[in-house]
């Protein structure tokens, strides 16, 4: 499966879903943004980074943000919901069904300002 291709990234997620008994947002518009911007990441990159979070280019780096990021599993036990929201827990539409899900960053403060100062 091609991963810098939207058709291949779809299947990549869809995967990824059920192998963690997962489901990926129904809606289309939230969908696609999330699709496009791990295509992006992956391209630009060489790894399919969150898109919701900065990442900084380097992979050693950025492990912990490699879709699925490590947050993902416990965020979507607790909050029904990864932090994109492209995850979600396999009852959420008969339990939350929320437009969004806000989920509180559990990257750690330190990862963040590692990514900013290699801007630096």
Not at 13 to 23: D, E, G, M, R, T
Not at 64 to 90: Q, S, T, W
């Amino acid at each position: 499966m091609d991963m810098e291709t939207i058709e291949g990234m779809k299947e990549y997620v869809k995967n990824v879903s059920q192998k963690n008994k997962w489901i990926l947002n129904k809606n289309t518009s939230t969908f696609n943004d999330l699709i496009d911007g791990l295509v992006d990441n992956k391209k630009y990159y060489g790894y399919q980074s969150c898109p919701c979070r900065l990442a900084s280019g380097n992979r050693e780096l950025d492990r912990d943000l490699i879709c699925p990021c490590n947050y993902a599993p416990n965020d979507v036990k607790e909050f029904g919901a990864c932090y994109c929201n492209l995850y979600l827990r396999l009852d959420f539409y008969e339990t939350i069904n929320s437009e969004f899900v806000n989920v509180p960053e559990r990257r750690p403060f330190e990862k963040e300002k590692a990514v900013l100062n290699h801007f630096k």
